[in-house]
T-cell receptor, first 112, second 112 residues
Framework: GENVEQHPSTLSVQEGDSAVIKCTYS??????FPWYKQELGKRPQLIID?????GEKKDQRIAVTLNKTAKHFSLHITETQPEDSAVYFC???????????FGTGTRLKVLA | KAGVTQTPRYLIKTRGQQVTLSCSPI?????VSWYQQTPGQGLQFLFE???????NKGNFPGRFSGRQFSNSRSEMNVSTLELGDSALYLC???????????FGNGTRLTVT
């Protein structure tokens, strides 16, 4: 069935360290993978996305990597800052379904 | 452009009542999706509409229904409310398939 698994569920890092969140998906035909950040009491907001025709994408301190063979993709945040503290969700779209399946979220805490 | 607008922001209802939530997408976006967000279950897909047609529905009981109007605004209705329906209901729009979802601030429904 359509499924996205996300790990870890919580992650604490020291300010300045890197954080990595991993997701796996079930349908090898999936071709679009966005990442969302949700701060407390706010809406989820897109921070980066990747399509299946590329293996990596970077935007300043944030990067996403995609391994289609293994059906997993990861979010990398470098030089973490306290304002990076939030819940992060990965998602995948399953072809022909018009719906995004979200991972269960990772609560990231950046300790000053 | 104005973002996705959801009304109302907060609702308190009692068991057995029904409720209607409203969503106005970003101008020009014809796809509207609804998600239920709870602490334990993350973001669960409810349904997706495009040009007034429901293209997919999630695994929710028939008490959950929705519709989309010709101006792309969407409503979702929950009848015979149960305590377990308490959640944040998020609406999202996008301008084409396989593109980023833009979320509204959500409607927080509390059922007592």
């Amino acid at each position: 069935g359509e499924n996205v698994e996300q790990h870890p569920s919580t992650l604490s890092v020291q300010e300045g360290d890197s954080a990595v969140i991993k997701c796996t998906y079930s349908d090898s035909a999936s071709n679009y993978f966005p990442w969302y950040k949700q701060e407390l009491g706010k809406r989820p907001q897109l921070i980066i996305d990747i399509r299946s025709n590329v293996g990596e994408k970077k935007d300043q301190r944030i990067a996403v990597t995609l391994n289609k063979t293994a059906k997993h993709f990861s979010l990398h945040i470098t030089e973490t800052q306290p304002e990076d503290s939030a819940v992060y969700f990965c998602a995948a779209i399953f072809p022909g379904t018009y719906k995004y399946i979200f991972g269960t979220g990772t609560r990231l805490k950046v300790l000053a | 452009k104005a973002g996705v607008t959801q009304t109302p922001r907060y609702l308190i209802k009692t068991r057995g009542q029904q409720v209607t939530l409203s969503c106005s997408p970003i101008s020009g976006h014809r796809s509207v999706s609804w998600y239920q967000q709870t602490p334990g279950q993350g973001l669960q897909f409810l349904f997706e509409y495009f040009s007034e047609t429901q293209r997919n529905k999630g695994n929710f009981p028939g008490r959950f229904s929705g519709r989309q109007f010709s101006n792309s605004r969407s409503e979702m209705n929950v009848s015979t409310l149960e305590l377990g329906d308490s959640a944040l209901y998020l609406c999202a729009s996008c301008d084409r398939d396989n593109s980023p979802l833009h979320f509204g601030n959500g409607t927080r429904l509390t059922v007592t």
